[in-house]
């Protein structure tokens, strides 16, 4: 009759070859499925891709016990609803599994959040996705957690806006020779044909965010794109009609940026935000005059961020 328990088990009865701790070991992009707690309360599930990595501390020990991690995260995470309680628990239970053989584990979740966005006039409904990466981390009993975003948006250079405006007035003036102009001629001009002289130039840009969180605070995700989308001012659109269109037309010449200006609004906003303990974010501008895009890379302190990686 099969016995389970007479199979072979390598990891914990064979020792090192050549022993040495090891920082990090596990698995990566391990299938799971979750939910987020949307603002109005309701529950947004989610496909994820899971990294779950231990440390080997002691030196002689083969290797670590990964099926244990699988199990564990099954378990704990799958077809839950993610939060701070849930993730700190295994964490605990990654360590524990190993018996003795880890003291640290951390576990990288990468997926997309799908989040409803109406129409900024129609009233119109579509849906935008983002991609984020959440990461936590227990290391000599201390727990940390790191997100990462990119959020798109649109921005019009206000270099741009200016000549196009000298082209403009310029215009103006040779169609308009006389010392004063007739309102209706004027109106009939500018919404013609000829009075399409020259349109700023726009770009797709993007801000990726990385944040190391205090661990009192596990941030609220969707919360925190809409308030950076809000922040920039000129989020990308879903579904749309002409007169969304046009205030999105509005909103981007009402919101002239270059991409400092893009960087510092964003700044402003992480320097305020008393539970992120560290940041690095960049700001790119995909440029449609060049071939090549125009960039801000800034950070709080040297280094710390990157760590979340």
Known sequence: MFNPELLPDITSYHSANEPLTLQWVGMEDIAVPFSLALPD???????????????????????????????????????RKLDKTCLSQLLERMISSQQGISRNAKIKLKF??????????????????????????????????????AIPYSSTCPCSASLSQQLYGAAIDAQFSGATIDKQDLLQWVQSKAGSVATPHSQRSYAYLKLALSDQYLLDIPE???????????????????????????LNAENLMFCEDAARRIKGELERMQYVDDYWFKVEHQESLHAHNAVVIDQKHQGLAYSLS
């Open 112 to 149: 997309d959040v799908t989040l409803e966005k109406g129409s900024l006039l129609s009233n119109e409904i579509g849906y935008q996705s983002y991609p984020v990466i959440l990461t936590a981390q227990q290391t000599h009993n201390e727990v940390s957690y790191g997100l990462e975003l």
């Open 41 to 79: 309360g309701k529950l947004l599930p989610v496909a994820a891709k899971a990294d779950l990595l231990v440390s080997l501390d002691r030196a002689d020990a083969k290797g670590i016990h990964m099926s244990r991690l699988h199990l564990i995260l099954n378990e704990q995470l799958a077809n």
């Open 224 to 250: 925190l794109i809409f308030k950076f989308e809000s922040l920039i001012a000129t989020p990308v659109q879903t579904a749309v009609k002409r007169e969304d269109e046009q205030e999105f037309a509005r």
